[in-house]
């Protein structure tokens, strides 16, 4: 499926296939449809129609993609690691978007890396001639999961690529990606679509409440998409109204019944904060437009510096979220941390 945002950018990829260079590298934020875009990128190379359009969706070819096992393409992510209690801690992005994930509904959580044995086994199946005489296609995601060891494994094929062979290095954070990977591969920006396109797209997929959806989820429409849980919802106010409530905040209580949800109760944390320094320096909020008139008002009493130091600390705390235990405390610091901020003016 492409999202009709990325559908210009798909048709762009596709029409000039015929100067296709050997990587390209998707990258954006996180939940604007990269990953889709890449597969459809994909069907579209190794579709067998004769008219070289989109995928056909008919093939053989296309048939055997859909069912996952077409034998000159790849996947590659990070692996399975032993399953962990307490749900999946937030790793994929690079922003405060769509940071949650499936957070609480599965004890098993992504692995945090692409190892270099798996890449080997990639670049290995590159080098090797393809099975229906086209294209050889590999996708790696994202790709600034890759170790120092399996970037540098990847780098070879890189520099010196079999023909007709397409990897796409799908990134919510280039900027974590080796130069040297990054400068071998075409780069293609997927940014956020237009305000009123997403919506549509959110509205046509049925999602109630799209607007602040679309805000909480900074623009993202996929990260949004995966907000529309009411369940979700009702959590998310019962924890903003605890914030906006902070003279009355129980932080023992609060760090402890969201200690499963901790993840969830952290970027609710975080775009809070965030959306108090930008009442602060913008005169509006970004992620709760809804709750502005409870953000301007805490806003105005706060603490500046202390906020601005909060939100430093939570955007460093992302990768440590998964770990359970620690999170109950975490959030508790945080929460007093976060009452200081306002009291110390108040
Ligand atoms: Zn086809």
Redesign the pocket.
Known sequence: MIHPWNQPIHDRILAERDRMPHALLLHGPAGVGKLDLALEVARGLL???VDRGP?????L??NWLAQGNHPDFRSLEPQDEESVEGGEGPQDEGTVEGREGAVGKTAKRKGQQIKVDAVREVTEFLQLSAHRGGWRVALLHPAERMTAAAANALLKTLEEPPPRVLLILVSHRMTRLLPTVVSRCRPVRVGLPQHAQALEWLRRMEVQHAEPLLAEAGGAPLTALAFADPERGARREDFLDQLANFTHLDVCVVAESYQTLHAEAWAWLLRWVMDLISQRLTGAPRYFPMRAHQTTRIAHAADLTALLRLQRELMRAASWLHHPLRARLLLESWLIRYTQSESARA
Do not use: Y
């Open positions: 579709c067998e129609s995928a056909c969706g008919t093939c070819a296309c």
